[in-house]
Nanobody, 125 residues
Framework: QVQLVESGGGLVQPGGSLTLSCAAS????????VGWFRQAPGKEREFVAA????????KYADFAKGRFTVSIDKAKNTGYLQMNNLKPEDTALYYC??????????????????WGQGTQVTVSS
């Protein structure tokens, strides 16, 4: 059984940066995709970014383009979400997810079968 553990969240000032990690344990992930989602209080969970473990394809939400970068380290079985120029509206609980996700479902939470517990990101001065 694969487990995902996120880390790297915290409090950062507007304009700052954070890198979230998503470590997979239980078995090596070599197919499918890793996705990042977030949920702010009182709002629906929304897609942030995703890429295939083959790293050949990436997809970003419009708000993430140009500011966020998704990557993986296959040797460490870990995915990353680098977030730059953070804004107060980026404040949310961030989740990583994994699964044998087809490309057409890569931006949908329904496309993933494994979820981490989430890591809080707070952007505030």
């Amino acid at each position: 059984q694969v487990q995902l553990v996120e880390s790297g969240g915290g409090l950062v000032q507007p304009g700052g940066s954070l890198t979230l990690s998503c470590a997979a344990s239980g078995r090596t992930l070599s197919s499918g995709a890793v996705g990042w989602f977030r949920q702010a209080p009182g709002k629906e969970r929304e897609f942030v970014a995703a890429l295939r473990w083959s790293a050949a394809n990436t997809k970003y939400a419009d708000f993430a383009k140009g500011r966020f970068t998704v990557s993986i380290d296959k040797a460490k079985n870990t995915g990353y979400l680098q977030m730059n120029n953070l804004k107060p509206e980026d404040t949310a609980l961030y989740y990583c997810a994994a699964g044998n996700t087809i490309w057409g479902m890569i931006a949908s939470a329904d496309g993933y079968s494994i979820w981490g517990q989430g890591t809080q990101v707070t952007v505030s001065s």
